[in-house]
């Protein structure tokens, strides 16, 4: 029943959103009393009648077509990510609910990090959990925590969602740092449909909600987006600015799981500089730790 009331709360988020002169009604020149489209103007341009879209709402229908879904989500404008969620949402699998376990980084997974030595990578979970971090990618995002933090167990481990929200560190290094909450957001609202049974996910959305008004307005909107490339702008504390292209690669062998580089123009200002956060965390992150021995979290503690 959690889903099916997502999906009422999803469709009228979009539906809130929209005009009637987005969606091609010019003719309706009346005074709104509530902003968006109504349940009638979106039952008639899907081709379904008022009280089977009314009922979609309410959760009351869980056997919408793939010909209602698709015109769904051509009169409310959704993106392909959008249109997967509304999908998921209608649809929900049937799952058995399991205590989360803590993700792990395979041995490969871990050897490919370690071999990123120019550009701050990280491994996150489906949770935004940090798996493992190399060397530049904790002198950037969380240098304060100590570079083992993601070895930690349970609630110990760092998760990017928090640290976002909640830690000053992690917030004041984004330039465009409402941006990079809204990614976040709208993230975890596409894998909290996919999994609305994990616990630890519910958990965490829940706890930042109550943490941070910021994230409780965003999460309202019901945005939904996965996470993909873009360019970053950090300002770091000790090398000043930093321009980075983020480029996401998703694990198909582990699920959730995801390698997230951020790599400089070669020659560029943003190059050099990190080259020196580098040689500035070198010795304090590893202490007197040999060059030839893996510079990742995850390879360390998986060799």
């Known amino acids: ?121 990280l491994i996150l979970g489906l949770r935004t959990e940090i798996l493992a971090w190399n060397r530049l990618g904790h002198a950037l995002i969380a240098p304060h925590l100590g570079f083992d933090a993601p070895s930690r167990p349970g609630p110990e481990r760092p998760t990017m969602g928090r640290l976002l929200v909640l830690d000053p560190h992690t917030r004041g290094i984004y330039v465009h740092w409402r941006r990079k909450l809204e990614d976040l957001v709208s993230y975890l609202r596409l894998a909290s449909g996919q999994h609305p049974d994990d616990e630890a996910l519910t958990s965490l959305i829940g706890e930042l909600c109550v943490k941070s008004e910021e994230f409780a307005s965003m999460w309202a909107r019901h945005r939904v987006r996965d996470c993909g490339p873009a360019v970053r702008e950090y300002r770091h504390p000790l090398v000043g600015d930093l321009s980075l292209a983020e480029e996401v690669l998703r694990l198909p062998d582990d699920p959730g799981q995801r390698l997230v580089v951020l790599a400089a123009e070669p020659g560029s200002p943003t190059a050099e500089r990190l080259a020196l956060l580098a040689s500035l965390h070198a010795s304090t992150d590893l202490g007197d730790q040999p060059d030839d021995q893996p510079a990742t979290t995850c390879a360390r503690h998986l060799a």
Do not use: C, K
């Not at 103007?41 to 959760?59: D, F, I, N, P």
């Not at 209602?68 to 999908?87: G, I, K, N, P, Y």
């Open 1 to 121: 029943m959690v889903v099916m009331t997502e999906l009422g709360e999803f469709l009228r988020s979009r539906r809130s959103q929209l005009t009637p002169a987005d969606v091609g009604l010019t003719r309706w020149g009346d005074r709104r009393r509530v902003p968006g489209l109504r349940r009638e103007e979106v039952a008639q341009l899907a081709g379904v009648s008022v009280t089977y879209y009314t009922r979609l709402e309410q959760g009351q229908s869980r056997n919408a077509s793939d010909a209602v879904l698709d015109a769904l989500a051509r009169v409310l404008l959704l993106t392909d990510d959008e249109q997967s969620h509304l999908r998921t949402l209608a649809r929900p699998a049937r799952t058995i609910r399991r205590p989360a376990r803590p993700e792990r980084v395979r041995r490969g997974t871990a050897l490919v990090l370690d071999a990123v030595r120019d550009a701050p990578a």
